[in-house]
Each structure stands twice: as C-alpha cells, then as structure tokens.
C-alpha cells in the first residue's frame, strides 16, 4: 500500500536503512519493515506523526498483521513438531 507524503505529496516507501540491514541481516530488515516509518524519496525520513490519523491507522494496523502473522507462522511450525513428535 502506497502512502503519500505529508510534505510534498509525493509516495512514500518502507524507510529501509542499509545499516539496519547490516547489523541485523534478515530478522533486522524485517523489524525495521515492521516497525520504522516511511521514507520520501525527495524529503527524506518522515516521522509518522506527520500522516494523517487515518494513515497511521492503516499502518499500525499492517504492522499488527505483520506481528500477527509472523506468530502465526511460528505457532503452526511448532504445532506442526509437535504433531509429528507425538
Ligand atoms: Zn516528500
């Protein structure tokens, strides 16, 4: 889902820091997806107070998705252990 920019109305993307990524290989990238705000590529980092309320819902909401469904994915590899243990 695309954002627009507060400050130039431009798309916003997934802050992605390349030494975030460094530091912390897959599982940093993955948490800087989940957790780090956007990033415009003319204004730079945009702080996410600077969106409007409705699209810090719907991001906090696909970050709630996103931790959501990396539990899930958890929960059934060790259901699924567990399974073939018993
Ligand atoms: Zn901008």
């Known amino acids: 889902m695309a954002y627009k920019c ?3 109305g431009g798309d ?3 802050g992605y820091s390349s ?3 460094m530091v912390g290989g897959l599982v940093g ?3 800087v997806s989940a957790f780090k705000g956007f990033e415009c590529p003319k204004c730079g980092p945009i702080p ?4 409007s309320s409705a699209d ?3 991001m ?3 970050s709630v998705g996103f931790i959501v469904g990396a539990i899930a994915v958890f929960v059934g590899v060790i259901a ?3 399974w073939l243990n018993s």
């Open 6 to 8: 507060p400050r130039c």
């Open 12 to 14: 916003v993307q997934r």
């Open 19 to 21: 030494t975030s990524q």
């Open 29 to 31: 990238a993955l948490l």
């Open 48 to 51: 996410s107070n600077e969106f």
């Open 56 to 58: 810090r819902q719907s």
């Open 60 to 62: 906090m909401l696909g």
């Open 80 to 82: 699924l252990l567990a």
